[in-house]
């Protein structure tokens, strides 16, 4: 299994370009992440995902989308790049087996810079 | 609504010395926490769990953690770190749609 792969690594963007950050897992898990981490911050998370077709924002949503047609990828949007969306951005995916159980899996990371 | 806090953002230590990360949080649901490492350009690896059972918990590399229901807290222990185990550690706390909190993260850093 290659878990969770997150494309790009590293992207410098410049202000008002738009990207999408590619997220698979294969795992075959219900749920999936995304979350932001800026130094001194922990992770913020930004949307979240409970299954295909259903999403919902997290803590830090604005600025982003996110689709989920698949079980195995979770895209993220960035429509209009701005300097504060400099950041490493973070996708997940997690199981649960009733309260007896339950991991998050981590993607290596985008190192994404704004300028 | 859940919160971790962690207390120390950096805990410089010398190699074979003791170490306590600290972590306190507050949940309205069950308690269910985690740490997480994270090395140097790297994704976040799971250091150890708990989520019911033995309030101490292990990790294979040594550390060990305590759940602390009074204290509402979750401390990460070693008794004797190694240079390796230079990273930055993180402090979280499972709610609702199984999403976690995360603390701000403690760096650990490990002098020879």
């Known amino acids: 299994n290659a878990g969770v792969t997150q494309t790009p690594k590293f992207r410098i963007l410049k202000i008002g370009q738009s990207m999408t950050l590619q997220c698979t897992q294969d795992m075959n898990h219900n749920y999936m992440y995304w979350y932001r981490q800026d130094p001194g911050m922990g992770l913020k998370l930004i949307y979240y995902s409970v299954g295909a077709g259903i999403t919902d924002k997290g803590e830090v949503p604005n600025g982003y989308n996110v689709s989920r047609s698949t079980t195995e990828d979770f895209p993220l949007r960035l429509e209009l790049a701005a300097p504060s969306q400099t950041s490493v951005y973070f996708c997940a995916s997690s199981y649960w087996t009733g309260a007896t159980d339950t991991e998050a899996f981590f993607g290596q990371g985008t190192r994404l810079t704004v300028v | 609504a859940q919160s971790v806090t962690q207390l120390d953002s950096q805990v410089p230590v010398f190699e074979e010395a003791p170490v306590e990360l600290r972590c306190n949080y507050s949940s309205s649901v069950s308690v269910y926490l985690f740490w997480y490492v994270q090395y140097p350009n790297q994704g976040l690896q799971l250091l150890l769990k708990y989520l019911s059972g033995s309030t101490l918990v292990e990790s294979i590399n040594g550390f060990e953690a305590e759940f602390n229901k009074s204290q509402t807290s979750f401390h990460l222990r070693k008794p004797s770190v190694h240079i390796s185990d230079t990273a930055e550690y993180f402090c979280?706390?499972?709610?609702?749609?199984?999403?976690?909190?995360f603390g701000g993260g403690t760096r650990l850093m490990v002098k020879p």
């Open positions: 979280a706390v499972l709610g609702a749609g199984n999403m976690l909190t």
